[in-house]
């Protein structure tokens, strides 16, 4: 009996094992990080159905080869990645644009789940999401001059992950700096 217990787990051990040589691993468009040594890419770890295994933002430092990575949930969608430098006002920072919540708790996180600007320190070693997960970011613009970003969106009132003439709509103003809500209008 415990020959064939061997024998199955050792079995099952190299069957596991030889399943990782399956894995695919995606690298996204690398793109410099200005006025640092840095170079980022987003990196999405399949397995052999394409399932995805990891999620993440790996930050490459072309000076000391070190890397720093910052995970995202494996069903989350990242959309965009933008550096935002204001040299005068003190301001280098990734704005990454992702879906990251599942508001309903139901069908897991798509296209039609909320959008949420998250803030990443140039390094990588800094991760703040700057809007509310509850609130669906549409649009965004930076101001060079007071180092701001205006946010516009909506709260979904219902729950139901559908834009609607009830759902409340706002502008949100942000201070880059300080990474604050400074008004909602």
């Known amino acids: ?6 024998i199955t787990l050792t079995f099952l051990a190299l069957t596991v ?23 980022i890419a987003s990196v999405e770890n399949f397995g052999k159905i394409h399932k995805t295994k990891s ?10 080869n070190e890397t720093k ?3 995202f949930s494996n069903d989350s969608n990242i959309r965009k ?12 920072i990734i704005l990454v644009i992702a879906n990251t919540v599942d508001l309903d708790g139901k069908k897991g996180i798509d296209w039609n789940a909320p959008t949420q600007i998250i803030v990443l320190s140039s390094d990588g070693k800094e991760k703040k999401q700057l809007t509310e997960s509850k609130f669906f970011v549409r649009t965004w613009a930076v101001n060079q001059l007071t180092g701001t970003i205006v946010v516009t969106g909506h709260y979904d009132t219902n729950n139901n992950d559908k834009y609607e ?4 709509n706002e502008i949100h103003v942000y201070d880059l700096k300080t990474l604050k809500l400074l008004s909602k209008i």
């Open 1 to 6: 009996m415990r020959k064939i217990l061997v």
């Open 17 to 39: 094992y030889g399943q990782n040589k399956y894995n695919y691993v995606h690298f996204n468009k690398l793109t410099e990080v200005v006025g640092t040594e840095y170079v």
């Open 55 to 64: 999620k993440y933002i790996l930050f490459v430092n072309t000076k000391t």
């Open 69 to 71: 990575q910052v995970d």
């Open 81 to 92: 990645m933008e550096q935002i430098r204001i040299d005068s006002l003190g301001i280098n």
């Open 165 to 168: 003439k009830t759902d409340e």
